[in-house]
């Protein structure tokens, strides 16, 4: 299902839901407005519906701010999260660690065997005790192969150093893997409260 707005772009709405039962919204026509009943300075009057394949039809509309779109689609639907971030080499596993909450995937199989943190001693645990991962990976059945981590006088050490409750890490392999901790050490999660399928 897809909106479009004043640029002309396509949007996808993913998982739109009812906002008076959280149900899935699927062959039936939005109860509200889509756009406010009367023109104004961030929107038009519109209705929408939804058919059965998910697609749109009616009048979905925008005339100025693209912000006054999100909040008057924001009545009709419970907007969907963030894509995910798609990881396709080392340096960019590595800078999950700026963002310990998002949402990631792997595109591809990753060779880490060059890679350094920059302190000689390898790849750099993503989340530690004090900042845990709390977001969710799926490695798609893809691998990571040649992880290097040396670290001895470092707890937490792995793949993922520490996943918090809220963390998920689903579909992932490691091979060849060479990780050297002080305590709660593992290839792929040196210690963890989240959930890995």
Not at 18 to 41: F, G, N, W
Not at 56 to 61: D, H, L, S, V, Y
Not at 102 to 127: E, H, Q, T, V
Request: charged share 20%; proline share 3%.
């Amino acid at each position: 299902m897809k909106y479009r707005h004043n640029t002309r772009q396509d949007r996808p709405i993913v998982n739109a839901t009812d906002d008076t039962s959280d149900a899935l919204i699927r062959a039936r026509t939005l109860a509200q407005p889509v756009c406010t009943a009367a023109a104004s300075p961030t929107a038009n009057s519109g209705r929408g519906a939804v058919n059965a394949r998910g697609s749109t039809r009616g009048r979905w509309c925008s005339t100025a701010v693209l912000i006054a779109v999100a909040a008057v689609m924001l009545t009709a639907f419970s907007m969907p999260a963030l894509a995910a971030t798609a990881i396709t080499n080392c340096t960019e596993l590595q800078n999950i660690r700026n963002n310990l909450d998002g949402d990631y995937y792997l595109a591809n199989d990753i060779d880490c065997s060059a890679f350094d943190y920059g302190d000689g001693k390898g790849f750099m645990p993503i989340g530690t005790y004090d900042s845990v991962f709390t977001g969710t990976f799926d490695g798609k059945g893809y691998k990571i192969t040649n992880l290097y981590i040396n670290r001895p006088s470092t707890d937490y050490v792995g793949l993922f150093g520490d996943i918090g409750s809220r963390g998920e890490i689903t579909n992932t392999s490691l091979e060849d893997v060479d990780v050297n901790g002080s305590a709660y050490v593992g290839g792929l999660v040196g210690f963890n409260y989240g959930t890995i399928t």
